[in-house]
């Protein structure tokens, strides 16, 4: 047994922090108290007035193969206070994977997965279930059924329908996943192959997902100048499927649409909360988005680029298609491009990470189309990019929102520059966040409960021994955009299930 004396109990309800003590028996909390347990046949930690909370969940994580394949994975997360990850989002994961389909998957994958072995492969969600099981992490682990997967291995990533063979293959992917114990299901609606899926195919798989109590959480079709309507999307897809949705990253981007733009969404989503609709969403405490380069090829080049869009934009007919195209307007795709213009667009692999699309195609005596053409082309689609897309007003009002729990986002692409959010999210959210107590709730029972952990996200009797002692003025991030890959810092201790995080302390969470 472990006894926490001289804590500041910060327990994740969204209560205030209070002196008190805590003990923990094996994996489980025993008791949390406002008064001294008095003298127990138990080892004592004398927190000295420092704050013990429960261990930080991340819902959006995409460390899928980071899990697998990083040796030193767990050191960035728990640094962070992150005791709990969630992978396979935004319709994005390794399974299931169709042989005839693997190259194409994995190459599509790399700049947000990272780089997987050559003979990584997993037929089914739980295969990759197996797998993370049989290594021991440090930490625990869950996992999400994706869509764009299962969309993918299903029927390719052409622009085709669906017809009935391929609904009773996704629809087999998906029960595997479910029944395996994945957490729920998320959807990339704005990445391809999903781009071409309906609102009734997801409302498809979001019903087969919810017939074991999973929820639906949304990569939505787009996040500028149709950002309501896609809310309103999931929304409609919620109810149609009869399951809890999710807003993934809820953000508005491009120049022209701060400040009003995220209001309208905001009010399409609280009007559907305020019929009784289980409707959240989640955030990151950065102005930036992290992807990959293919999300900003125009839908019309994607179509005459057919199977290989890469090899395409290297020829000059491809060259030429995306010049007229990249910085047009759409009236059904946000063009990034043309909304946050080529000096916001940041490179964040390749030898010119670091650099702006508008500062690298100047050194180099190009124009930006035809560096992203070459990027495209030379690495196969493989480049991350980062968007500084937001603005900090809009971003401070999501988090604000008391539906809104915290996230990362965190990629695991390859790039020397990554996104600093994969160092520092949840520090830098608790530095910079008004409430201690609210703030600590967005990290732990809001996520919880949307999830369906029941028995993590609070310190109370019976729940699992996640937790963490720390000092808040000594706890910070130390990532920043010039240099991110900096660990965060000021911990004291952390415990998973009971135990110091040793690899073999964190379990796979499967849905009871
Ligand atoms: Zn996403």
């Given at each position: 047994m472990i006894h926490i004396k001289n804590a500041r109990i910060c327990d994740g309800t969204g209560a205030q922090p209070y002196p008190g003590e805590l003990l923990i028996d094996g994996e489980k909390i025993a008791a949390v108290s406002h008064s001294p347990l008095g003298d127990l046949d138990a080892e004592v930690w004398d927190a000295q007035g420092q704050a013990v909370t429960p261990g930080f969940i991340d819902a959006h994580r995409h460390c899928d193969l980071a899990a697998l394949y990083d040796p030193g994975f767990g050191q960035i997360e728990l640094a962070q206070g992150i005791t709990t990850a969630v992978m396979g989002?935004?319709?994005?994961?390794?399974?299931?994977?169709a042989p005839e389909h693997r190259k194409e998957l994995y190459d599509f994958l790399e700049p947000c997965l990272g780089k997987a072995p050559e003979d990584s492969f997993f037929p089914k969600v739980s295969d990759f279930m197996g797998a993370l099981e049989a290594k021991p992490h440090p930490l625990n682990l869950g996992v999400l059924a994706a869509t764009g997967a299962v969309t993918t291995a299903a029927k390719g990533y052409g622009n085709v329908p669906f017809d009935t063979d391929s609904r009773k293959q996704a629809e087999a992917y998906l029960r595997d996943a479910m029944e395996a114990g994945a957490l729920g299901l998320s959807c990339g609606i704005m990445y391809t192959p999903e781009c071409y899926s309906t609102t009734e195919d997801f409302a498809f798989m979001a019903g087969i997902a919810g017939e074991y109590g999973g929820y639906l959480t949304s990569h939505i079709r787009g996040e500028g100048n149709t950002l309501t309507e896609s809310v309103e999307e999931v929304l409609e897809i919620g109810r149609r499927a009869g399951v809890g949705v999710n807003i993934s990253h809820f953000k508005v981007t491009g120049l022209r649409n701060h400040g009003w733009g995220i209001e309208r969404a905001i009010e399409a989503l609280e009007k559907a909360r305020s019929q009784g609709q289980d409707a959240t969403a989640d955030c990151y405490p950065y102005t930036g988005g992290s992807t990959t380069i293919l999300s900003l090829v125009p839908p019309t080049v994607l179509e005459a680029a057919g199977n290989d869009v890469n090899a395409f934009l290297g020829t000059p007919q491809g060259e030429k298609l995306l010049a007229g195209e990249i910085e047009k307007e759409f009236a059904d795709w946000d063009n990034m491009v043309s909304s946050i213009g080529w000096g916001r667009i940041v490179l964040s692999s390749t030898e010119l990470a670091g650099q702006s699309f508008a500062q690298a195609a100047q050194s180099l005596g190009v124009s930006e189309s035809r560096l992203f053409c070459q990027l495209c082309a030379e690495n196969q689609g493989k480049v991350g990019v980062i968007l500084m897309s937001m603005a900090q007003e809009d971003v401070e009002r999501v988090l604000a929102l008391p539906y809104v729990s915290l996230i990362s986002d965190a990629l695991y692409g390859s790039g020397d520059k990554p996104h600093p959010r994969l160092y520092g999210t949840f520090p830098k959210f608790l530095r910079e966040y008004p409430d201690f107590g609210e703030a600590v709730k967005k990290m732990t029972s809001l996520p919880a409960k949307r999830l369906g952990l029941r028995d993590r996200g609070i310190l109370a009797p019976g729940m699992a021994a996640d937790v963490l002692v720390f000092d808040p003025a000594a706890f910070t991030d130390r990532a920043t955009w010039e240099d991110p890959k900096q660990l965060s810092q000021g911990l004291t201790k952390i415990l998973v299930n009971g135990q110091e995080p040793v690899p073999g302390a964190g379990r796979l969470l499967r849905k009871k």
């Amino acid at each position: 047994m472990i006894h926490i004396k001289n804590a500041r109990i910060c327990d994740g309800t969204g209560a205030q922090p209070y002196p008190g003590e805590l003990l923990i028996d094996g994996e489980k909390i025993a008791a949390v108290s406002h008064s001294p347990l008095g003298d127990l046949d138990a080892e004592v930690w004398d927190a000295q007035g420092q704050a013990v909370t429960p261990g930080f969940i991340d819902a959006h994580r995409h460390c899928d193969l980071a899990a697998l394949y990083d040796p030193g994975f767990g050191q960035i997360e728990l640094a962070q206070g992150i005791t709990t990850a969630v992978m396979g989002n935004c319709g994005l994961a390794p399974a299931p994977c169709a042989p005839e389909h693997r190259k194409e998957l994995y190459d599509f994958l790399e700049p947000c997965l990272g780089k997987a072995p050559e003979d990584s492969f997993f037929p089914k969600v739980s295969d990759f279930m197996g797998a993370l099981e049989a290594k021991p992490h440090p930490l625990n682990l869950g996992v999400l059924a994706a869509t764009g997967a299962v969309t993918t291995a299903a029927k390719g990533y052409g622009n085709v329908p669906f017809d009935t063979d391929s609904r009773k293959q996704a629809e087999a992917y998906l029960r595997d996943a479910m029944e395996a114990g994945a957490l729920g299901l998320s959807c990339g609606i704005m990445y391809t192959p999903e781009c071409y899926s309906t609102t009734e195919d997801f409302a498809f798989m979001a019903g087969i997902a919810g017939e074991y109590g999973g929820y639906l959480t949304s990569h939505i079709r787009g996040e500028g100048n149709t950002l309501t309507e896609s809310v309103e999307e999931v929304l409609e897809i919620g109810r149609r499927a009869g399951v809890g949705v999710n807003i993934s990253h809820f953000k508005v981007t491009g120049l022209r649409n701060h400040g009003w733009g995220i209001e309208r969404a905001i009010e399409a989503l609280e009007k559907a909360r305020s019929q009784g609709q289980d409707a959240t969403a989640d955030c990151y405490p950065y102005t930036g988005g992290s992807t990959t380069i293919l999300s900003l090829v125009p839908p019309t080049v994607l179509e005459a680029a057919g199977n290989d869009v890469n090899a395409f934009l290297g020829t000059p007919q491809g060259e030429k298609l995306l010049a007229g195209e990249i910085e047009k307007e759409f009236a059904d795709w946000d063009n990034m491009v043309s909304s946050i213009g080529w000096g916001r667009i940041v490179l964040s692999s390749t030898e010119l990470a670091g650099q702006s699309f508008a500062q690298a195609a100047q050194s180099l005596g190009v124009s930006e189309s035809r560096l992203f053409c070459q990027l495209c082309a030379e690495n196969q689609g493989k480049v991350g990019v980062i968007l500084m897309s937001m603005a900090q007003e809009d971003v401070e009002r999501v988090l604000a929102l008391p539906y809104v729990s915290l996230i990362s986002d965190a990629l695991y692409g390859s790039g020397d520059k990554p996104h600093p959010r994969l160092y520092g999210t949840f520090p830098k959210f608790l530095r910079e966040y008004p409430d201690f107590g609210e703030a600590v709730k967005k990290m732990t029972s809001l996520p919880a409960k949307r999830l369906g952990l029941r028995d993590r996200g609070i310190l109370a009797p019976g729940m699992a021994a996640d937790v963490l002692v720390f000092d808040p003025a000594a706890f910070t991030d130390r990532a920043t955009w010039e240099d991110p890959k900096q660990l965060s810092q000021g911990l004291t201790k952390i415990l998973v299930n009971g135990q110091e995080p040793v690899p073999g302390a964190g379990r796979l969470l499967r849905k009871k």
